[in-house]
């Protein structure tokens, strides 16, 4: 089933609110390398892929995972020089930051299957 479309607004507020929670006085810090990825993602509005791929799902069932989240992913995923799926699964889960950044919250990333069921569809 097709998720609500997130605008690129709110897109903004849940790295920000991710941001705030996870690297304001934590254990978790930023370096220099982190912000090229999180100024690049912030400035690109995915938030038109769930149109582009709107015929590919079906209207009824469980609610998919946002296309963009997945195709930010998918993205990052180049950005950082990953070429294997199943390394970029595990490193979403064990890298916080490239779970928020992607529009995921850490913790509750995408598996393996799930990647490739996207590609697949497009």
Not at 55 to 74: M, T
Request: aromatic share 14%; glycine share 8%; hydrophobic share 50%.
């Amino acid at each position: 089933m097709l998720p609500s479309i997130r605008p690129h607004a709110q897109y903004h507020a849940f790295v920000l609110d991710q941001l705030r929670a996870h690297y304001s006085g934590g254990i978790l810090f930023l370096v220099a390398n982190d912000w090229p990825f999180i100024e690049k993602f912030w400035l690109l509005d995915l938030s038109g892929t769930a149109s582009l791929v709107r015929d590919l799902y079906a209207s009824g069932g469980i609610i998919a995972i946002e296309r963009a989240n997945l195709l930010r992913a998918y993205l990052l995923m180049l950005q950082v020089g990953q070429t294997s799926i199943t390394k970029w699964v595990d490193e979403l889960r064990r890298v916080p930051l490239y779970a928020m950044i992607t529009g995921f919250l850490p913790g509750h990333t995408p598996g393996i299957g799930t990647f490739y069921d996207f590609f697949d569809r497009l």
